[in-house]
Structures are given as C-alpha cells and as structure tokens.
C-alpha cells in the first residue's frame, strides 16, 4: 500500500506534522490542509484513498466536510475517518452518522493510527 494518497485536515500545526512524519514513514503521499476550505482546494488537483479530519476546524467543521463528500459520486469512496479529541459518548455516532467510516481519539496512538488506516485500505482494495 505503499505511495497510497491520504490528506490530514487539522488546524494544529502539531497535529499535522505527526501524521504527515508517521504516515510518510510508512510510505504514503501525505497532503495537509488547515481547514475544510483548503482541502477542498487540494483535492482538485490530489485525490487522497483516505482523509483523516478533525471534527472541529475553522469554517466549515470536520462533520460538514464528510457529509459534502460523501454526498458526491465521484468522492464518496473515499475512506474518512474523524481524527479528533472529541469524546463524548455520542461524538463518535455523530461521526459515523455523517458519513465518517471510523473515529480515531486524539492524542492519537501511532501504532492505532497505522493499523485503522492500513485495515480501511485493505478492506476497499485498490481503485
């Protein structure tokens, strides 16, 4: 699954370059973005396999963002997974229910994070 695209969205600086260190570690093509906007902007031209997203981002929230693509053909087979710091008891319904294929809880276990992405990928097999 090597070179596979995956895009972080997260408005902490910190957060995005852990992803983007661990997941380029591990072979794929990271792309970040800040908020929802600039993910959009992004996959005009960067087709990621799988979108971690923080639930809440400036703008346009993380909840929002899933629904806009999974809502449209040609991006809802894209793998999304919320990667946030949300844990209340409904927070991960929240998330699934608006399209979200899994919830990872921030501060993010590495060896978690690898597998939940690497399980998505293996479970759609290659586009």
């Not at 408005?11 to 852990?18: E, F, G, I, T, W």
Request: net charge negative; hydrophobic share 45%.
């Amino acid at each position: 699954m090597a070179h596979e695209p995956i895009l972080v969205v997260d408005d902490s600086p910190s957060n995005l370059k852990l992803a983007r260190v661990v997941l380029q570690g591990e072979g794929y093509d990271v792309q970040t973005a800040v908020d929802a906007e600039e993910a959009l902007r992004l996959m005009q031209t960067f087709r990621p396999r799988v979108i971690l997203t923080d639930l809440h981002l400036p703008g346009t929230d993380g909840l929002t963002l899933t629904r806009q693509l999974k809502a449209q053909a040609a991006t809802r087979d894209i793998v999304i997974l919320a990667l946030t710091g949300c844990v209340m008891e409904d927070d991960e319904a929240r998330a699934l229910a608006a399209g979200c294929d899994g919830y990872i809880i921030k501060p993010f276990d590495i060896a978690v994070l690898k597998r939940v992405i690497a399980g998505h990928l293996s479970r759609v097999g290659r586009s």
